[in-house]
T-cell receptor, first 114, second 113 residues
């Protein structure tokens, strides 16, 4: 089974609107971490936000928030007030296990329209 | 700032050649990782290392080996390059802690002809 599933290969959003990028995960480990990364066309991987499996509150970082629904095993990224510079690939990732192994999803390409 | 560097941005090799991809991090991180990134497949873990001389296979280790003789350096070796190993290769490092996000290098685009 896939550890991380991102079901939206591509998405469009109008500038200044909010957008939700979906991510579901699969683990039996009680302790894990969930991450979102952004990869602009330049290719660099930029860390956006982290959510721990024991965190009670949803993580927020500026315009990014992580909608963590543990029972559903989902960790959706919400970007508020989209900007043109948000156009990029977005990857959801999970860390689990004794050696902090990371798993990545296949990514969602977000296009922000002016 | 954490810095992860990779020896080459672009590399062209011939089928059957032995290829070395080098990765160096300057933040004393315990964990280091090698991924390949292909369109539609995301990042797939090839190998990772949690300590000097220690390594673990990832999801797609076939055709690859790794070496970690020093904490800051993690090398990926393609013993006999094949055309299906044409890809973008990303190195990353992280601290050995729960919230330890990964820091990535700029990537090496390898073409095997």
């Amino acid at each position: 089974a896939q550890k991380i599933t991102q079901t939206q290969p591509g998405m469009f959003v109008q500038e200044k609107e909010a957008v939700t990028l979906d991510c579901t995960y699969d683990t039996s480990d009680p302790s894990y971490g969930l991450f979102w990364y952004k990869q602009p066309s330049s290719g660099e991987m930029i860390f956006l936000i982290y959510q721990g499996s024991y965190d009670q509150q949803n993580a927020t970082e500026g315009r990014y928030s992580l909608n963590f629904q543990k029972a559903r095993k989902s960790a959706n990224l919400v970007i508020s007030a989209s900007q043109l510079g948000d156009s990029a690939m977005y990857f959801c990732a999970m860390r689990e296990g004794r050696f902090n192994k990371f798993y990545f999803g296949s990514g969602t390409k977000l296009n922000v329209k002016p | 700032d954490v810095k992860v560097t990779q020896s080459s941005r672009y590399l062209v090799k011939r089928t059957g050649e032995k290829v070395f991809l080098e990765c160096v991090q300057d933040m004393d991180h315990e964990n280091m990782f090698w991924y390949r990134q292909d369109p539609g497949l995301g990042l797939r873990l090839i190998y990772f290392s949690y300590d000097v001389k220690m390594k673990e296979k990832g999801d797609i280790p076939e055709g690859y080996s790794v070496s970690r003789e020093k904490k800051e350096r993690f090398s990926l070796i393609l013993e006999s390059a094949s055309t299906n190993q044409t890809s973008m290769y990303l190195c990353a490092s992280s601290e050995d802690r729960e919230t330890g996000e990964q820091y990535f290098g700029p990537g090496t685009r390898l073409t095997v002809t």
